[in-house]
């Protein structure tokens, strides 16, 4: 297949690459309200059953998230997972919008045809530059939903899950 066809087809799908980010921003500000919604101790200390504290699955959403895209940017793949450590909501909330900043930019500068291009993401994991992009996405949201449970066994109501405005 042609680039021009790949491109076409990118295109002509039911998803363009304009609308999967607009999805996923979507749901990164709701996974924004959420941290937003977790008392400042609890953010980074909490959890139930031995699961990890909302604050670390924040911090692996950040190290999927524009580590992914780079490489889709640039086949350059930095070392997975490797987002910064902080100590406040304030600075969680602000490493947060960088790497929205930093999704918007590096989106921008991949060509349609790349998303059906085959990678090795980080060096392991074989697949399509949007198989990745979907397992970043879905990793997110199965994530989140331990933070509802969490937000809702502290007694606080949580953002609505369908309300990703």
């Avoid at 997975?80 to 930019?105: F, G, R």
């Avoid at 090795?120 to 989140?144: K, M």
Wanted: glycine letters at 8%; charged letters at 20%; hydrophobic letters at 40%.
């Amino acid at each position: 297949m042609s680039t021009k066809e790949v491109t076409q087809n990118a295109i002509a799908g039911i998803f363009t690459p304009e609308a999967v980010l607009k999805h996923w921003q979507g749901h990164r500000g709701l996974t924004r309200r959420m941290i937003e919604a977790f008392p400042e101790d609890k953010l980074f200390t909490y959890s139930i059953g031995g699961m990890r504290p909302f604050s670390v699955l924040v911090y692996e959403f950040l190290g999927m998230a524009v580590p992914s895209l780079t490489g889709f940017a640039t086949d350059k793949w930095q070392k997975y997972a490797e987002a910064e450590k902080v100590s406040t909501k304030e600075e969680l909330l602000a490493l947060w919008d960088q790497a929205t900043d930093d999704i918007n930019n590096i989106w921008a500068t991949i060509p349609a045809e790349r998303w059906n291009e085959q990678i090795l993401a980080f060096g392991q994991w074989p697949g399509t530059c949007t198989s990745i992009l979907f397992y970043v996405i879905d990793n997110e949201i199965h994530h989140r939903g331990q933070g509802y449970v969490y937000l809702r066994s502290l007694g606080i109501e949580p953002p609505p899950f369908w309300d990703r405005a």
